[in-house]
C-alpha cells in the first residue's frame, strides 16, 4: 500500500494502480470518459485531469492526467485546485461543442455519463457558437442504434468492440474532428458482445434498438436484481419493466462472474418474455381456456394414480424441486436428453471431485494456458468466450511486467505484446469462434479428438502415447505443444462442455486430473452445461430416472398420468419416442411459451417467467443464485411451485428454505436469501427509483382510481418507490445510483474497490462440496462409422439454439435456417455447392437440409445446425444419425426456408466463392 | 576536413553523387572507422562527446537517446532504427536537400547509428509527397547494397543491416515518431503513450530508435573527422553546423548549411538577400510553424538552441518563415491553425475539438464575422491547448505563433473585429 | 498456428472484394516480404492498388482486406486516415495545391483562384472531362520556391497567375498518376 496525499486528504491506495482509479476506489468524483474500469487507461479525452506536486513545498505543481499517472507513495495531488478544475471545464466544453443537445430525445437521458460529467466538470454555459459536425449513421442491425452525432469521440467502443472483445467489424475511421465510429459498410454488427457497446458508450451514440421501440426513462423502469437465463453462466442482470412490460435488460456488476460485460444473447434474448409465444392463458386439449380455479382443482386431484414428473434445465430449483415432491423422487425424471444427462453426470461428478476447481469467469481470464475441447464457447457460453479472450493477454502482461509497463497502460501493453498470445489449445470439431485467437487449434473429427485427449493425457501422466497412423502428423503437434503450454503454465485451465458429449467430458476431466496429479495441485476445469439450470435440475434428478426411461413407463403404459414442466421433448428425444410416449399419457404440460409437447397436453398451463417470479438456479460452478421479481407480468402465469402448490410454495422464501432442507446437496441454497439485515430499519427495498413518475396516472386508461400498488409479501423488494434503498446488502442492489452518478459508472461506489468486489460481498453460493477422491475415466473408445459415411455433429449457434432467447423478436431477426455444412472438398466431390439441398442417408423420409461450404470443416464430418424451434423451422437432433451418407437431391428441405436464409450466419470459415 | 559537412557534396544542378563518386569525395569513412574496430559502446561515447542534438524540432540529445536503448548483449533481441523523413512542419524544407541532394550521407549516417544499437534493420519514413527524394534514396540503398554496404556482415564487422524504404500517405502527425511508429505497422497514425519510449518499446514493440534525417547526417562527420572539429564548428553552446532556411519575401529565399551561433540577420540579411523592395520584416518565425513569433529587434540573435528558447521561442527546424508589413499576421496565424487542425490525429479532446474551433475563429475574423469574445476563445485556447495539456506536441506547436501572435498583433485582431473585415484587404 | 482473421465473418456482406490484378499481386507480394506482419502492409496495398486504379475503390478495399487477411473495417480506419487516399474516384491528372503558411504569404491564393477557373473547380472537385482532381496539400516542403504545386509526381514551383496560365494543359511527370 502506498498512501499519498488529495486536496489535503491521506488515503491508502495501491500502487499498482493509476492515480484517476485509486481516486475512484476513494470515492472521490473525478471525472473521466476514455478510461473505463475493464478497458484501463490510454489518455484520450484528457478530461480527469489533476494537479501533481513534485513535493510540499511544491505550490506550482504540474498538470497530469490521473489515469495514466502512476501512483507514487508519498504523492500529492490535486482535483479542486484552480488550474486542474479549469482545465477540467475547458475539455468539457470542447467535447460538448459538436454534440446534439438532444438529450430529451435521447435513449442514454437520465443515465448518461456524459450528462454527469458535464455537470461535474462546471460547464454550464456554452460559448460555441459556430457550425457543428455532422455525421451519417449507419443501420447496424437488429440490437443497436448508431447516432453518430453525438459521439464525443472517447474510443471507448473500439476498444472495447475490437481489443476487448476481438470483434472486427467496427473500427475508427477518418481523423481530426470528423473522426467517425462505424462499419466499413452498413450491416449487424458480427460480435457477440455488441451489446455492450449500449453500456460501454458514454453517451447515446450506440443505444439498445428493442428498447428504443419500446422506450421508458431509466428512472421510470421497475428494477431487481436477476440472473440471466441464456446459458449455464449466470450472468447478473437488471432487467427493467414498465406497464408490466419488460423494456431492456443491462448487465448487474457481479466481479466474479460478468463483471461489466454480457452477451447478446442475454442483453437481448429476455425479450421473449413479451413475445407472441408466450403461453398467455391455460387451454385444454381442444384449445378452450380453462378458469384458474379449473386447473387448481385439475392439478390437485392428479395424484389420485401414479405420475411421472419431467423437469426442466430451464425451470428453477423451486420448481423442479416443487415437481419431485408433487410426483415423489421416484417418479420425477431428467428434462434433459439422455445424452446431455450423462454428460451431467461427469460435470456433477466433477464438481465433486477434490483433484479440481471450478473457476469463476474472473478467474478464468487469469488461466494462462487453456484447453479448449470440443466446445463452441462463443455459441454455448459467451461470456466465458469473452473471458478467455482476456486470458490469452496474460502473456502481453507478463512482457509488460517484464519491461515495467503497468498493465493498466492499457494501448502500450498492446503496442508491446503486438501479437503475442498465451497459449490457447482449442480440439475441436470445425472452426469455432475464438480460432482467431488460438495459439494451437486441432480441428479433426471425434474419433482423432477422442485420441488427441487420450494422447494428452498419457503425456501429461509421464507415459509415451501411441498415435495412429493418419493421425500421428498434426494430432502429435497439437498435443505436444500443448502439452508444453499446459506444464509451463502458472494458471492451466481446461474446458470442455456437455455440448462435446459426455466422452470428450471424461477426457477433459482425464486430462485435468493428469495435470492434478504431475503438478500436484488442485486443476482448474470448467465443464459447461447447456442451459441455465442445467446443474440444478441435474443435483435434483437421480441418475437412473433418465428421459427415455420415462418416456418408456409412458408409452408401455405402465403410468398414464404425465406433468412436464418448461420443456419441449421434442428438443430432448427421437420425435418417434415423444409421440408414442406423450399420445399415450393424459399430460399437464407448464411452460412459459408454447411448444409442440402442448399439441399433447390435456391441460398447458402458463408459468411465470424469469422476471415475473423469485427463485434460484445454479451455474456451470456449482454456484446457486438467487433471482428477484422484476414486475407483474402475464397475469395468468403463477411459478411452476405455486401451481403445483406443494407445501411452502406460497412463499418464495419457504420453498427456498423446503428446498434447501430436503434436497441433498442444496443445503446452502438458503444463503442465497438476503441478509434480512441488510436492510434499513426493516424497510423493504424499493424496485422503483425515487423519481419513478406516472404511478398515478399509468393505469388510468383502465380505471382512473389510482389502484393500490400491488404487494409482494414474497420478497424483501417492494413494488414500489417507498423504502429504503440498499447500502447493505449487494443482493439487493439492482440499479447502481449514487449523488452525481446516474449512469452505470456509478457502480464504483458501491464497490469496495474499482473491480473489485461489492461492498457487501457478492451473492450466490456455492452447493457442492468437493469431497470425492476420484479416478480417472477408462480410456475412451471409438466412434463406429460406416466407411464413405459422414460424421454427423451438431453445432451450437448463440442465436437459435437456445430455446427461450429464439422467441425473443430481436433474436429471431439473427437467426438462420437448419443446414448442413461440408468443407470445400468434400462438397466438390459429392457435387454440392452452396444452396444445394442434401439428404441424409438416402430413405424416402430422410432428412434434408441446404449446404454450406465451411472451409473448417473435417473432412468425412458433416456439421448440422437443426434450426430454431422459435420459427417452427427446426430439426429433432436426436432424429439425426450419428453418422449418414449424403447425397444432392432437388425436393425441399425438412423444414421450411424461415425466409432469414443463411445471411445473419456469422462464422470464421463461410466459403463465398465458387468451385 | 570540411565546414559544411551536411552538404559539401551537394549541388542541386546535378543529380546526387553515385556511390563510386561520394566515397571518391571521402564518403564512408565514418562506416570504415567502425570497420576498423570501434565498438558500438566506442561509436555512442563519441556521439554522446560530440554534443549532436536532434534536428528534428526538440533537440534532444542525441547520444542520451540512443543510450535508453536496453543493453543486452542478446543479439536475437531485434531492434529497429527508423528515419524520420515526413518532412511536414509548415516552412520547412531542410530534409528535402539533403535526401535530393546526397543520399549516401544518409545511408551512412543509418550504418553508424544502427550499428551502435545493434539495430539489423531500418525503415525510412519518408514523406509520401516526396518522390525526388524517393527515386534518390532508392537507387543509393540498391548501390550500396549492390557494394556490400548494405546486407549481411557490412564493411567485414559481422554486422548484417539492410534498409526498408517506406513511404507515407500524407500525414503531419506522421513526424511525431510514436505516430510514425503506429503508421509504420500499419495502423492508424495516433500517437503513442510517453513511457513507455520507443527506446525500450517501439516499432512491433522492439527496441527502436527514431531519428531525424539532418541528425543522421551528422553522425559520418563526428566519425571521421572527430568530436574536437565537431566542436569547433558552431558556437554558443550548440556544435556542428545546421541548415537554415528562410522563405517569404526575401530577395533570395533558401536553405543553407551553417554553424550553429550565426545571427538571424546573417541569414535573413546575408544569405536571404534581405527583404524584397517595398516590404519591410514584420515577424518571422525562427523555425517551422510550430514556434513563437519573433520581431526585428531579435535580428542579432545567435542561432542556438539557448540563445533562441530564452527569447520564448524555439530554433526547432530552423527554418524561418518571415511575416512582412504587407502580409496579413491574422491572415498568417489563421492559416497555420488551418493546417494544425485537419492535421489533428483526433485522438485526444484539446486538439481534436478544440483546434478546429479556433480555425473557423480565424475563417470569422477573415470574412468580417469575428467578434471580441472569439478573440477571447482564441486566448483561451494557447493556454488550453497548451504543453501538457495534449497528448502530443501538434497543438502546443499551435499555440506557438498563436499565442505569440495575439499579443504581438492584438491592433490587427481588433481591426478585424472592428472593421468587420481583414484590414490588408 | 496463428489463424487469420478473415476480412468478414458474416455471410451478409453486400459488397463484394474485386479480383487484384497480376501486377497489384506481384507488387503487394514483394512489399510482404519487407515487413513482418501483413497489417504492415497495409498502407502499401493501398498506395499500390492507387497506382494502379487511380482510386481506392470499395471493392478493392475488399480485395486488399482478404489478400492480406486483415478486417476491411481496420484497413477502412487506415485508408481515411491519411491524406492522399482516395477513396472517390480522382481525375486523370491530381493537383497537390499547396496553401500552407509559405506559398500563402508568397500569394497561392490568387494563383489558386486563376487555376480554379482554368479548370472550373475547386478543392476537391474533379473538371468536368474527369481530367483534373483539384486538393489542397499541406505544405510541400518547398518554401523557398513557393507558391508551388505538385501535379503527378511533379513539382511546379514559383507559381504565378502568368506562370498558371503557360503551364495548362499540366502534364503528369513520367505519364504517371
Known sequence: MAKITVDGVVYEVDPANNLLQECLSQGLDLPYFCWHPSLGSVGACRQCAVIQYRDAEDTQGTLVMSCMTPVT???IYSLAAEQASDFRADVIESLMTSHPHDCPVCEEGGECHLQDMTQMSGHNYRRFDKQKVTHRNQNLG????????????CYRCVRFYDDYAGGTDLSAQASHHHTYFGRFEEGTLESEFSGNLVEVCPTGVFTDKPFSAQYTRKWDLQTAPSICNGCSVGCNITPGERYGTLRRVVNRYHNEINGYFLCDRGRFGAHYVNSESRLRSARDASGMSVSTTAIEERISEFTSEAVIGIGSPRASNEANFALRSFVGAENYFSGHSDAEHEALQVLIECLRDAAFHSPSVRQIEQADAILVLGEDVTNTAPRIALALRQSVRNEAKALAETSRIPNWQDAAVRELAQESLSPLAVFACGSTRLDDIATTKLN??????????????????GRSPAYSQQTLGTTMQSVEAT?????????????????AGAALMRCAANIARALSVSRSEVCDLVLLPKEDNSVGHALLTSKENTLSRALGRLANGEVKRAIVIENDLFERAPTALVKNALAAAELLVIDQIETPTQRYAALSIPSATFNECEVTKVNYEGRAQLSFQVGEGCDAAKPIERWLNVEGSAHSNSMIARCAAEASDFESLIDCLPDPLGRIAGLKVPRQSHRYSGRTAMHADRNVHEGKQPVDDNSVMSFSMEGMLTQKDSSVLASAWAPRWNSNQAISKFQAEINGELKQGHPGVHLIKRSLNGQAYEAENSVNKNLGDFEIRLVSHIFGSDTLSSHSPAIQKRLCDAYLALNKEDALELGLAN??????????????LPLIVRTQTPSGVALVYTGSSALGASINPHDLPESASLARVESEPSVHPTGLGLSNLVVNDAYSGAH | MTDRPLTKNIDLSRGALSLKEYVAAGGYAGARAIANGLEPSDVLERVKNSGLKGRGGAGFPTGLKWSFVPKSDDVSIQRYLVVNADEMEPGTFKDRMLMEGDPHLLIEGMIIAAYTIQATRAFIFLRGEYFDAERSIAKAIAEARDSGYLGRDIFGTGFDFDIVLHTSAGRYICGEETALLNALEGKRANPRAKPPFPQVSGLWGKPTIVNNVETLCNLPGILAYGVEWYQSLGSGGDFGTKLFGVSGRVNTPGCWELPFGVSIREVIEGYGGGMQEGYALKAFLPGGGSTDFLTPEHLDTPLTYTAIGELGSRLATGTMILLDDKTCPVGMIGNLMKFFAHESCGFCTPCRDGLPWVDTIFRDLESGKGSFKDIDVLKDHVGYLGPGRTFCALAPGATAPLGSGLRLFADEFAAHVSGAKCPYH | MQQHVIASSSTNARLRARDLTAEEIAEIEHELTLYPTKQAVGLEALKIVQRHQGWVSDESMLAIADYLSVPVSELEGVATFFNLIFRRPVGDKVILFCDSVSCW????????????EHLGIDYGETSAGGEYTLIPVPCLGDCDKAPVMMVGEKMHRNLSCESIDSLLPLSNAEGSK
Do not use: W
Request: glycine share 10%; net charge negative.
Open chain 1, 73 to 75: 507513495d508519498g504523492g
Open chain 1, 142 to 153: 437488429p440490437f443497436i442504434n448508431h447516432e453518430m452525432n453525438r459521439c464525443i469521440t
Open chain 1, 444 to 461: 479433426a473429427d471425434q474419433q482423432t479428438l477422442i485420441e488427441a485427449s487420450n494422447a494428452l493425457s498419457e503425456r501429461l501422466a
Open chain 1, 483 to 499: 502439452y508444453t503450454a499446459l506444464m509451463s503454465a502458472k494458471k492451466p485451465l481446461v474446458i470442455c462442455g456437455t455440448g
Open chain 1, 835 to 848: 444452396g444445394d439441398f442434401v439428404s441424409l442417408g438416402g430413405a424416402e423420409d430422410s432428412i434434408i
Open chain 3, 105 to 116: 504569404i508568397m500569394g497561392c491564393d490568387k494563383v489558386k483562384k486563376r487555376l480554379s
